[in-house]
C-alpha cells in the first residue's frame, strides 16, 4: 500500500503588506514574532517564512539587526526551517533586502522572479481614519504610483550574494512570466534543482484566485521544469483556503499565515497563525494526506540542515 503524500506547511507570519492597524493579531515585535513562528511550527509547519519589523511602529524592517533576536530564539526552541525574506518590501533596494540573508545564512531564503505593479492601495478605504502610525496610510499609497523592483540584475545580485552559503530558494512567481524568467536561470545554472516554486495569486498586479489561473500555473510550470521542482502556492486574503484546497489536490504543498491573509473566516481575524495552520492542516488530512516534519522538508527540498545557518 502506497504511503500517504507528505505536504510542507510553509507559514509567513508577518510580511510587510499589512499594517499594525488592519489587525490587533499581527505580530510586530522580536517576542511577537517568535512566539508566532514557533507556535505556527507546533501547529505543523514545516517552514516559517520571516520578515522584521520596526517593534515600535510596525513597520517593515530589512536591517539584520532586527532579525537576530528572532531568529535565535525561534532556533532555541524549535527545529523547524527558517526562511529568511529576501523580498523585503517594494519601498526598499535589492541590496537592502539581502542583507539579512547574507548574514545569516538560512537554509531558505525568498527570491522573487520579476518586477511587478504590487497594488495595495485598494486597503485604504477599508481602513480610513484608523490607522495608528503615521507611515501607513502613505505606505500604501505610495503602491498606486510605485513598482514592486525585482530585475534580472537584481535577482542575478541576490543569487550570487547567497552563493557560497548553500542556501535555497523559495522561488515567488506571482506571474506566467515569472516562470519563463525562473527557467532562464536555471538554464544558466544560477538556481539548481529541486527548485522550491511558490505560486502566489491574488495580489493585484499578479495572477487572479480562479482555479484556471492556478492550473495554468502549474501547467507551465510543469511544461518548463518538468521534475525539477517542488510546487507550493498562497492564495492572498479571502482565497488563501480556497487555493489551499486547489493545490492541494493536485499535488502541491500550501503556504499560509497573516503575511497572506488576516483573516480565519468571513468577518473573523485569525487570531494568531497556528489557527490558520491548524485549518490548512485539517484539509491536508482530510484528503488523506500527511504534514512533512521539518526534517521531512529538509529531505524533500535538499536543504543544508539547521547546523549550518549563521545564528
Avoid at 88 to 101: F, H, S
Wanted: charged share 20%; aromatic share 8%.
Amino acid at each position: 500500500m502506497a504511503k500517504p503524500r507528505k505536504v510542507i506547511i510553509t507559514c509567513a507570519v508577518t510580511g510587510s503588506i499589512h499594517t499594525p492597524s488592519m489587525s490587533p493579531h499581527l505580530p510586530v515585535t522580536p517576542q511577537q514574532i517568535a512566539d508566532a513562528a514557533i507556535g505556527a511550527a507546533e501547529a505543523g509547519a514545516s517552514v516559517v517564512h520571516l520578515h522584521a519589523r520596526n517593534p515600535q511602529t510596525g513597520a517593515p524592517d530589512q536591517s539584520p539587526e532586527a532579525f537576530a533576536p528572532f531568529l535565535k530564539v525561534i532556533k532555541q526552541r524549535s527545529n523547524v526551517v527558517v526562511n529568511i525574506t529576501t523580498g523585503g518590501a517594494p519601498t526598499m533596494t535589492a541590496e537592502e533586502r539581502v542583507r539579512p540573508a547574507a548574514t545569516f545564512k538560512p537554509e531558505v531564503a525568498s527570491l522573487n522572479m520579476g518586477t511587478m505593479n504590487f497594488g495595495l492601495y485598494p486597503m485604504i478605504p477599508r481602513y480610513k481614519g484608523q490607522f495608528k502610525y503615521d507611515w501607513e496610510e502613505p505606505y500604501l499609497e505610495k503602491s498606486r504610483g510605485g513598482m514592486f523592483k525585482n530585475t534580472f540584475a537584481d535577482i542575478e545580485y541576490i543569487l550570487s550574494t547567497c552563493a557560497e552559503n548553500n542556501t535555497r530558494f523559495e522561488i515567488e512567481c506571482y506571474d506566467i512570466g515569472h516562470l519563463y524568467t525562473l527557467r532562464h536561470f536555471l538554464d544558466r545554472g544560477l538556481v539548481k534543482p529541486p527548485l522550491f516554486v511558490q505560486g502566489v495569486f491574488g495580489i493585484l498586479g499578479g495572477i487572479g484566485t480562479h482555479p484556471e489561473d492556478v492550473m495554468m500555473m502549474k501547467r507551465t510550470a510543469d511544461r518548463l521544469l518538468g521534475d525539477n521542482y517542488e510546487w507550493s502556492a498562497l492564495g492572498a486574503g479571502a482565497s488563501q483556503m480556497r487555493v489551499a484546497s486547489i493545490v492541494l489536490a493536485m499535488g502541491g504543498n500550501v503556504r499560509v499565515g497573516l503575511e497572506d491573509s488576516l483573516w480565519l473566516d468571513r468577518g473573523q481575524l485569525a487570531e494568531s497563525n497556528a489557527q490558520q495552520v491548524t485549518r490548512v492542516r485539517k484539509i491536508i488530512e482530510g484528503l488523506g494526506l500527511e504534514v512533512a516534519s521539518p526534517d521531512e522538508a529538509r529531505e524533500i527540498l535538499a536543504l543544508k540542515g539547521g547546523d549550518k545557518v549563521n545564528f
